[in-house]
């Protein structure tokens, strides 16, 4: 069976970075779509980015868009996700998931493997 362990949150101040990171045991990421997801208190979970099992496309969601980035490291059997110019409003647990399916969809039953999640709090 999969295993996602998500990595790299943290207390970071607005307009900071972080690079959370997913990694994988037992079977290859490269496998699987792979997408973050993020639920902040009192909120559902939400989509925030996806890369495809095939092609490699990349999806954002349009609150992250030009400031989140998403990449596979093959070799590392790990998936990244770059967060920069963070805001309040991105506090949440950020949680990776994965989906043998080929393309990107933010249907959360679609995806079979979640990891345990990462907090991320953006405050001064």
């Known amino acids: 069976q999969l295993q996602l362990v998500e990595s790299g949150g943290g207390l970071v101040q607005p307009g900071g970075s972080l690079r959370l990171s997913c990694a994988a045991s037992?079977?290859?990421?490269?496998?699987?779509?792979i997408a973050w997801f993020r639920q902040a208190p009192g909120k559902e979970r939400e989509g925030v980015s996806c890369?495809?099992?095939?092609?490699?496309?990349?999806t954002y969601a349009a609150s992250v868009k030009g400031r989140f980035t998403i990449s596979r490291d093959n070799a590392e059997n790990t998936v990244y996700l770059q967060m920069n110019s963070l805001k309040p409003e991105d506090t949440a647990v950020y949680y990776c998931?994965?989906?043998?399916?080929?393309?990107?969809?933010?249907?959360?039953?679609?995806?079979?493997?979640w990891g345990q999640g990462t907090q991320v709090t953006v405050s001064s």
């Open positions: 890369v495809s099992r095939t092609g490699g496309r990349t």
């Open positions: 998931a994965a989906d043998p399916g080929e393309l990107c969809r933010w249907t959360i039953s679609d995806y079979a493997y």
């Open positions: 037992r079977l290859r990421l490269d496998y699987y779509t």
